[in-house]
């Protein structure tokens, strides 16, 4: 691991299954490539990637598998928070050994209410267990899917404890006041916070924060990335105003499967539709409904050639 | 497996750990041995056993420990219900080839707001997938942790398809307008509706129910498990009213750490207080109040005995 942080904009990877629920290798890859060909850095096994669908050996097959391929680690941001503290020590050992930039912790997320006592414990057995100073990891707060949150008391306390290991911050709460609290409290001690949407990614960079970590990132990698670069030129607010259209048109639909639909539609491979349960494809009614919102706004997906007639 | 279904008082057994956090394998063992002998199954792996806190390797070890060790298969209902179906299936169909009477099965919970049709098709995969008429699934409904739940008609829908698979269900919502629901439409063909906790055990027995599986198992087994034997005698509520007496006691604080204080104390052995993160364990306030409670309602742990002194 270098010293190079991780800034700008990352997504969570979609995974694409094939119709019996596999995860579909090929296309995984060829998809991070075109990201990263956009230069959008990889946060695999997000919540958009369904990473929680996903077992561990799963999981840990796929990053040795982009590693083989020759994509950058250290652009591979990899999601591994999991409920089981085992789980956790396990997968983020295996990325810090393959040379990762940084992983992206969900606090444990099955017991509810649980005190930032407990979530301390968790984040500090994994990095006392690993014991790497490569070991770079950005939190996740995501509390409308986690119900588990990262509360800024919690970040002081793990900050001051483990100043090496705590890089940063995924914030997906929604509230900017939020964002801005840690902008303000962390970001200028070198705790890098990114925003959990692009909705949110000119205010971010502008509070002086690391970039985003969005979604969308899936289908409008292009323009995303371009506004991360160029957020300082004149153009940047009517940047921002287009990225809002477009993600608002994914936003009225779940999103997941919205993007999948989206790819599938637009690269005429219809696999690419396919999620794991407990998600579901979207209906007939809402793919036209998600076709003629994308029409209205005259919008097509960046990478739809580069992951088109692929197959499986 | 037999026709024998699995009915009466079954306990989400608690899990030890070593104070390094790892799995105390001898108090786990001695721990179910001592419930089997007091007649209340062993349903590992629930929410009170921190099964979500266990990797799916450290789960398989330990129900192939309890095989190895000459325990009961047929009184077994693992908990298998993970996030990842593929998780789901590997553990269920291991328990399935082990010989367990049941699983016990969580719907997948880390996305929120998910349909029935999502979780039919989760359930439906599995089935599908494991393709064994001896797999005997008991949904798990617990919303209160889960947040994702189990509706009447996810379950007429499973029922209608699966007859030979959907067995029945626990129910921790604590609503017993809902148990009484599920007892009134499904148990009488069949679907055998425990409680998730004693609390309702008699009620649920006079509606025609199964029994139940209730955490405090693990520290008031043989008299919950008498209840369950006897609940048409005269003294049945009398019987109820001395459980919820208990129950009360270790309600007033985090059970799971509750009840393993209680079983350090009385066995003389700290390490059977030590819980993985995210929980905590008592603190002495909280440890001091469970003792003083238990004291005033002269309740000592049934099993204390047979738990007492043993070296890890």
Same mark, same amino acid.
């Given at each position: 691991m270098t010293n190079t942080k991780m800034r700008g904009v990352l997504s969570p990877v979609l995974t694409p299954f094939n119709p019996d629920y596999s995860v579909s290798k090929p296309r995984f890859v060829k998809h991070c490539r075109s990201l990263i060909e956009q230069d959008v850095g990889l946060a695999v096994f997000g919540t958009n990637s369904e990473?929680?669908?996903? #077992?561990i050996n799963e999981k840990r097959q796929l990053l040795d598998l982009l590693v083989d391929e020759g994509l950058? !680690?250290? /652009?591979m941001m990899p999601? !591994?928070?999991?409920?089981a503290i085992t789980d956790s020590i396990e997968l983020t050992r295996h990325a810090v050994e393959l040379g990762c930039g940084g992983v992206l912790m969900l606090p444990?997320? @099955? @017991? /509810?209410?649980?005190s930032d006592e407990g979530l301390y414990r968790n984040y500090a057995t994994i990095i006392d267990t690993i014991a790497d100073a490569r070991l770079k990891i950005y939190l996740y707060h995501i509390?409308?899917?986690?119900q588990v949150g990262i509360s800024l008391d919690l970040i002081e306390r793990l900050l001051k404890s483990y100043p090496e290991n705590i890089a940063g911050i995924k914030d997906s709460s929604g509230n900017w006041d939020n964002t801005l609290a840690m902008l303000t409290q962390f970001q200028p001690a070198g705790f890098d916070v990114f925003a959990g #949407?692009? #909705?949110?990614l000119l205010q971010t960079l502008r509070h002086g924060g690391a970039g985003c970590i969005t979604a969308t990132g899936n289908v409008n990698p292009a323009a995303i990335a371009h506004l991360g670069a160029t957020?300082? $030129? $004149?153009d940047a607010d009517a940047q921002q105003a287009r990225l809002n259209e477009v993600r608002g048109v994914f936003q009225k639909l779940p999103m997941i499967p919205a993007m999948k639909s989206a790819i599938a539609a637009q690269a005429q491979d219809?696999?690419?539709?396919v999620v794991r349960p407990p998600l579901v494809e979207l209906t007939q009614e809402q793919a036209a409904q998600l076709k003629s919102g994308l029409a209205a706004i005259d919008f097509q997906i960046d990478n739809a050639n580069a992951l088109a007639h692929l197959d499986a």
């Amino acid at each position: 691991m270098t010293n190079t942080k991780m800034r700008g904009v990352l997504s969570p990877v979609l995974t694409p299954f094939n119709p019996d629920y596999s995860v579909s290798k090929p296309r995984f890859v060829k998809h991070c490539r075109s990201l990263i060909e956009q230069d959008v850095g990889l946060a695999v096994f997000g919540t958009n990637s369904e990473a929680n669908s996903l #077992s561990i050996n799963e999981k840990r097959q796929l990053l040795d598998l982009l590693v083989d391929e020759g994509l950058p !680690t250290q /652009k591979m941001m990899p999601g !591994t928070g999991h409920c089981a503290i085992t789980d956790s020590i396990e997968l983020t050992r295996h990325a810090v050994e393959l040379g990762c930039g940084g992983v992206l912790m969900l606090p444990p997320f @099955y @017991y /509810k209410g649980v005190s930032d006592e407990g979530l301390y414990r968790n984040y500090a057995t994994i990095i006392d267990t690993i014991a790497d100073a490569r070991l770079k990891i950005y939190l996740y707060h995501i509390p409308p899917v986690a119900q588990v949150g990262i509360s800024l008391d919690l970040i002081e306390r793990l900050l001051k404890s483990y100043p090496e290991n705590i890089a940063g911050i995924k914030d997906s709460s929604g509230n900017w006041d939020n964002t801005l609290a840690m902008l303000t409290q962390f970001q200028p001690a070198g705790f890098d916070v990114f925003a959990g #949407s692009e #909705s949110f990614l000119l205010q971010t960079l502008r509070h002086g924060g690391a970039g985003c970590i969005t979604a969308t990132g899936n289908v409008n990698p292009a323009a995303i990335a371009h506004l991360g670069a160029t957020w300082q $030129d $004149d153009d940047a607010d009517a940047q921002q105003a287009r990225l809002n259209e477009v993600r608002g048109v994914f936003q009225k639909l779940p999103m997941i499967p919205a993007m999948k639909s989206a790819i599938a539609a637009q690269a005429q491979d219809p696999s690419w539709s396919v999620v794991r349960p407990p998600l579901v494809e979207l209906t007939q009614e809402q793919a036209a409904q998600l076709k003629s919102g994308l029409a209205a706004i005259d919008f097509q997906i960046d990478n739809a050639n580069a992951l088109a007639h692929l197959d499986a």
